[in-house]
């Protein structure tokens, strides 16, 4: 159940929070707290429902469908919230409160003198409380200003009687451009640690504690279903879509999506595989380490949404060989390629690694490729030493001289290190399409 305000933009509130339970397999009630004329760009009006209107909606609900976990999100006043409290005690459902003080463009969601009810009437009942580092120092009167700071704010907020808290640490700007959250939880802390989207986003608190909520409703217990919500929201963030002027909703059918397609990318890749097997002229450009045509997902969040030929496809008997079937995960080194085009440009879910030749090259140019270089000479010696990172340095390096992500990225290669082309592109077919091309030009 979701107990919290109408979104009348649909980005967030009870929109996002029914999105997300459906998403994630588990069949959702609603009790509507109020009314709001609401978009991407703020919140016109709020129109409260008289709390003996949100008791009637819990009673409806629990005198015919077993709730086995329930959130709050948008109470707006005290008498809401001392209806909510009731029932939650009475009926001891497992609670996530999301302590919403304000909606992502700044507009007020709650009477002001009512935030300290919230405090005194939920807090003790959640068994998850889920504030945004605003809502944190609302709740602590604690200035945050970096991760030790979260942690004392969590501690401090269970010492008022949550079971566990999690603070959401997306506003504060850490130097490494890294979000993170912490959990605390029977004493101890969890830090989890996403890489920043550079969007300003609608629903991310709504989706993130409906996603617990779900998962508690599955049966998870409490750190599992922290985790698979932290997994959800990277997914629902990667697919956010800008449907208006402002702010931009999260996706939490993003993680549908990916299932989805599965399928049919990791096909699409055993086909790309197949076509450089079938074409010889493809074998004096295998690279010597393995080539590997790959291609991620929607909406991907690690190599383990980047499909990939196991073992790479190799010189074997004359001609290029895969050693295996595609699979996800199969591949980091070209994944990291993906993953950090995707970033830029987010068509570009493809590629493939190549043996370097300058005539490979310039046949690419001939045929209006885009070709950019990184100089692994000038990689950073802390890049260097952290195992698949040189490869997204390196194509950050290729995508910031060309302004754009570039058709084609190669390097000359370094002691240890052989050349390579890397091909990129919308699909792995079409990938290999372009580089039979290329390879045939100069044949």
């Known amino acids: 159940m979701t107990i919290a305000g109408s979104d009348s933009g649909g980005g967030a509130g ?94 007020s969601l709650i009477i002001e003198e009512d935030k300290a009810a919230l405090v005194d009437l939920l807090l003790p009942k959640a068994k998850v409380f889920t504030p945004n580092l605003s809502e944190a120092e609302a709740v602590t009167g604690l200035k945050i200003d970096g991760l030790e700071d979260m942690k004392e704010a969590a501690r401090r907020i269970a010492d008022s009687g949550a079971e566990a808290v999690i603070i959401k640490g997306g506003h504060l700007e850490a130097a490494d451009r890294k979000i993170y959250d912490v959990l605390y939880h029977n004493g101890s802390f969890r830090v989890f640690e996403k890489e920043r989207v550079d969007i300003e986003p609608h629903g991310g608190g709504c989706a993130f504690s409906a996603a617990i909520t779900a998962f508690l409703a599955r049966g998870e217990d409490l750190e599992r279903a922290v985790e698979g919500a932290e997994e959800f929201i990277k997914a629902s963030f990667m697919g956010a879509t800008r449907v208006g002027s402002g702010r931009v909703p999260v996706n939490p059918l993003a993680s549908l999506h990916k299932k989805s397609e599965a399928i049919e990318v990791l096909g699409r890749v055993e086909a790309a595989a197949r076509m450089i097997e079938e074409n010889i002229s493809f074998l004096p450009y295998i690279a010597e380490v393995g080539t590997q045509i790959a291609m991620a997902l929607p909406f991907p969040t690690g190599p383990m949404d980047v499909a990939a030929i196991e073992g790479r496809i190799v010189k074997l008997r004359g001609g290029p060989r895969a050693v295996g079937p595609a699979r996800l995960g199969a591949s980091r080194h070209i994944a990291n390629v993906i993953l950090t085009a995707i970033k830029h440009d987010s068509e570009i879910r493809a590629a493939m690694n190549l043996h370097y030749d300058p005539r490979l090259v310039e046949a690419f140019r001939r045929m209006g490729c885009e070709a950019a270089e990184f100089d692994r000479g000038s990689e950073p010696a802390e890049v260097k030493h952290v195992e698949g990172m040189s490869l997204s340095w390196g194509t950050e390096e290729a995508i910031r001289s060309a302004g754009r992500v570039p058709d084609i990225i190669y390097d000359k290669g370094e002691v240890g290190k052989e050349p390579m082309i890397r091909v990129l592109g919308r699909d792995a077919v079409e990938v290999v399409e372009k580089a039979l091309k290329a390879i045939r030009s100069i044949s």
Do not use: W
Not at 20 to 26: E, H, K, N, Q, R
Not at 28 to 55: D, H, L, R, S, Y
């Open 14 to 107: 009870i929109e996002a929070d029914l999105k997300t339970f459906s998403a994630l397999g588990v069949f959702g009630t609603c009790v509507v707290t109020a009314i709001t004329a609401q978009n991407t760009m703020g919140v016109q009006g709020i129109f409260p429902v008289p709390p003996e209107v949100v008791k009637a909606q819990i009673q409806a609900v629990l005198e015919d469908i077993p709730v086995k976990a329930a959130k709050t999100g948008m109470l707006y006043s005290r008498g809401i919230m001392e209806v909510v409290a009731e029932a939650a005690g009475k009926h001891g459902i497992p609670l996530v409160v999301d302590p919403v003080f304000t909606a992502g463009t700044g507009s």
